[in-house]
């Protein structure tokens, strides 16, 4: 055992003084402790280093005379087989010259997605094309891209419908209240189905009908995983205190032995975008910045998150992150964290993208489209983002509305209808957490580690800070650390 010691940290270039090699040879499980250090070591220094008794004593938690310690600290030293994988990014499939052949390719792609999806439902087998159903009198089934919506004079609701054939106008009666009621969340550009029957030159709707999500059974996992999302690291208003407590929490230094317990448990941290506030998101921003460069906001980034240890680190950009404002974007550049990349336990994926950990399906999504829902959608608000994320499971679609606050790529494909029906949606953007269960499926807003900001304040917008959402063994826990 004491060549394997020597050899281990040897290879990894960590030197070991006398009173280090004495501590870890002595302890209770030292091979585990040889791998775990080994690890710890390689995520904070980069350079060839010397191991002291003391740096062996502040890893164990100040261990005692004979080198033990609780039962708690000592399981997060085992080392972890992490099966992660990237199921679904845009980073090197977002492809546009800017044309209007792209962006015609990038609707017909969307419409021929959804169109998919619709017609496997019971109520729309044998789908008419538009044109076709504007000449028959028998039951009218067709599945088109919404090109406008309006209201009639008599507070009806009319809605435009196309596709490759031709264009309809549908007409929902505000008698028919369950219909017209979800004839209220209809947006522009998203893909429905229609069953009804012909009114003259109008189609008059009995149902519509969403892509929808099946329900999912629920997902055995016996690990927990944290969900994060607008640190804003760089601003004034950034809660340092608060996710210095997060940090000390997840290494097992913070909270009471349910939280330990937790924490000791927690194999994955994902993050949905913002990490750092970014540089120039909006007007005068550098009078709200502690850090006024953007590879410097990462760094320090990657110093807080770099004292996590043993933990994956999944993370995706936002709109304050160093990347194209654009949706999908892809995943941030290591030009500009370099840092963070350094690091051994990190993953970057797209803006949005589908991960797998351990088999649980989760998709990440900064929700920066939750501006649009919330303004133009009735009853809807970024106070309770859930509602937003159910209705774009219902669409399968996370931005359907073109060209209004959210910026979204004309590609040749388009990468944000939802394909894949997760086991947790992830989202963030608005500071506010949320969660609900829906059919199955854990929807997420993971709040924020920022203060309010003088924007907030104008629209009266309060955020819940340093409040995070853990899923430990299939159950959502609400960790404060503000």
């Avoid at 690291?233 to 937790?262: C, H, M, P, V």
């Avoid at 910045?289 to 807080?304: P, S």
């Avoid at 939750?370 to 219902?394: N, P, R, W």
């Amino acid at each position: 055992m004491t060549e394997e010691i020597i050899s281990k940290f040897a290879n990894a270039e960590i030197l070991l003084d006398e009173t280090a090699y004495q501590k870890i040879k002595n302890y209770d499980d030292s091979s585990n402790l040889v791998d775990s250090l080994i690890n710890h070591l390689a995520i904070s220094s980069q350079e060839m280093m010397v191991l002291t008794g003391e740096l062996v004593d502040e890893y164990l938690g100040k261990s005692d005379a004979n080198g033990k310690k609780d039962d708690l600290a000592q399981s997060k030293l085992i080392s972890r087989e992490f099966d992660f994988e990237i199921l679904k990014d845009a980073s090197n499939k977002s492809y546009t010259n800017g044309e209007i052949k792209d962006l015609s390719s990038y609707f017909k792609n969307r419409y021929h997605k959804l169109k998919e999806m619709l017609t496997h439902k019971r109520e729309l087998t044998d789908i008419n094309s538009v044109k076709e159903a504007t000449s028959l009198d028998d039951v009218i089934k067709i599945v088109g891209m919404v090109n406008d919506v309006r209201y009639t004079k008599n507070n009806h609701k009319l809605i435009e419908l196309e596709d490759e054939t031709g264009s309809a106008t549908v007409l929902i009666h505000n008698e028919n209240h369950e219909v017209f009621e979800q004839a209220e969340r209809i947006v522009k550009d998203e893909v429905v189905g229609v069953v009804g029957g012909r009114k003259g030159s109008l189609i008059m709707a009995s149902e519509l009908i969403n892509p929808g999500v099946p329900r999912v059974d629920e997902k055995k996992t016996n690990f927990a995983t944290v969900f994060l999302s607008d640190t804003h690291i760089g601003s004034t208003t950034f809660l340092e205190d608060a996710f210095d407590r997060f940090i000390r929490w997840i290494n097992g230094d913070y909270g009471d032995e349910r939280q330990k317990e937790i924490a000791n448990n927690v194999k994955y941290v994902v993050v949905a975008g913002d990490i750092v506030d970014g540089i120039g998101v909006y007007p005068h921003q550098d009078k709200e910045l502690i850090i006024k460069d953007i590879q410097q906001q990462y760094e320090e980034a990657a110093r807080l998150f770099g004292d996590i240890s043993n933990v994956k680190i999944i993370i995706a950009p936002g709109n304050h992150d160093a990347c194209r404002l654009a949706e999908p974007q892809p995943a941030i550049h290591e030009d500009y964290a370099k840092g963070l990349y350094e690091l051994k336990n990190t993953e970057f994926v797209s803006n949005p993208s589908l991960v797998s950990l351990d088999g649980m399906k989760v998709l990440i999504y900064h929700g920066r489209s939750f501006d649009d829902f919330a303004m133009t959608v009735k009853g809807m608000s970024h106070q309770q983002s859930d509602l937003i994320m159910k209705e774009l499971l219902e669409k399968r679609h996370l931005a359907p509305i073109y060209g209004e606050r959210t910026p979204l790529a004309s590609e040749i494909e388009d990468h944000l209808v939802i394909e894949d029906i997760p086991d947790v949606f992830h989202t963030g953007h608005v500071h506010i957490n949320s969660y609900k269960r829906y059919k199955g499926i854990h929807l997420i807003n993971s709040g924020t580690f920022q203060s309010q900001t003088e924007f907030q304040k104008i629209y009266n917008i309060v955020p819940t800070c340093a409040q995070v959402p853990v899923i430990n063994n299939g159950s959502l826990k609400m960790l404060d650390f503000s």
